[in-house]
């Protein structure tokens, strides 16, 4: 009996404690999100935690590569690049003599590139030279990172997207007043220092995840094939052809109408008085000027009416790639896509993973991706056959299974599991002060509402066998896909 009740106070306690946690759980997912807006329209969303003295800070641009144009695409990711640069103030050890020779650069860049007499390029050349010599002297970009890291920041970095674009950092609860103070300089006196130098980084940059890369490479032509209209079509980074060619005159346009405070949002969580942020954020960025309205992208990717299909030729292993039309994340079948992304191919009790891996040992890697843009985007499903079986056989295993998931709904268990998992990965990515930060600006930026984040967990929930079913009839179809195969390339070719 003594053993019984022990076993019976353990599980009481351990009852107990389930029920703490659930009910932490379901305080964490009801965020008391405090909101300002100022009058240039910058939104300000604040969430008080005090357990550690520390602030994550986000500042989130929403504009990606959707809102550029053929000529321009990669402007997005160039200034992820540019806005570290510094401005009037950071980065130079003299602006008055900096300014003009900035402008002398940019002079002689243009004759080069217009001049035909070889004598005169020649001579053009040396003088830019010079001028860069010059200019890296007096110059320090160095500079922004280095105050942050002497005042005790971590995680500061930058992200580009399709839709917008995120400003990172961590600090001190006591250095918020040196933030406001160099993310507003930013905002008003960036210098496109170093700009023609950085263009060749990002071609760089292009060249080594993308032009060779195979994946990469695989993954842009499978995109660019999907969307014929919309510009989901061009990658983040850009072609190589307008990185090439745009101007810095182009750049500080976009710049101007897309950087601007009616087209941002700050988020800072941890350990903080929300009125005395506003206060400070009042101060440093009110008397940035607004812009006009910016434009809404208003190309709708037309219907696909038949299968797509693309084939890059690489030295490398094979690959397929499969990816399917869907809605934008607002949608109520984008939660329906994320439990099918689960129960495809999160971890080894996964479909994919049992039957491709597993089962029939004919691939050694098999995922699913269901994404979640501002707009209708893509579900994918990747997968790597096993030797020596090929591209061919993957691909129609994995036809099987989404076909499985048409005719035969997810067991109750299977669909609790998925419900679980899910949850607790979103449950804990909203541990952090930096979890908590990232999914306000995203929610807020791409959603329209930082609120999706409270009531995530309940449309996951709210998922069932039979919208599972429903979701891969209506997308899981032949003319609703764009297939990419990785083939080995011939020898001689």
Known sequence: MKTCRNCLIVFAVMLT??????????????????????????????????QSPTVSLRIVFKVGSVNERPGITGASHLFEHMMFKGTEL????????????????????????????????????????????????????????????????TGINASTSDDITRYYCNLPANKLKLWAFLESDRMKNLVLREFYSEKDVVMEERRMRTETSPFGLMFEQLNAAAFTAHPYGWPVIGWMSDINNITKEETEAYFTQYYAPNNAVIVVVGDINPQEVIDLVEEYFSDIPAQPPIPEVKTVEPEQKGERRIEVEYDANPMVAIGYHKPEITHPDQYVFDVIQSLLSSGRTSRLYESLIEDKRIAVMARSYSGGSKYPDLFFVFASPRHPHTAGEVEKAIYEELERLKTEPPSDWELQKIKNQLEANFIRGLESNSGLADEIGYYEAIAGDWRYVNTAVERIKAVTAEDVMRVAKKYFIKTNRTVGTLVQKKKGA
């Open 17 to 50: 404690l389930l029920l703490h946690t659930a009910l932490l759980n379901a305080q964490e997912l009801r965020l008391d999100v405090k909101e300002h807006v100022l009058k240039n329209g910058l939104t300000l969303l604040m969430l008080e935690k005090h």
């Open 90 to 153: 950071f980065g130079t050890k003299d602006w008055e003599e900096e300014k003009p020779l900035l402008e002398k650069e940019d002079e002689l860049v243009l004759a080069i590139a217009t001049t035909t007499d070889e004598q005169e390029r020649l001579a053009l050349e040396a003088e830019l030279a010079e001028v860069r010599k010059r200019l890296k002297e007096i110059t320090n970009t160095e500079e922004f990172w280095a105050i942050y890291m002497r005042s005790g920041a």
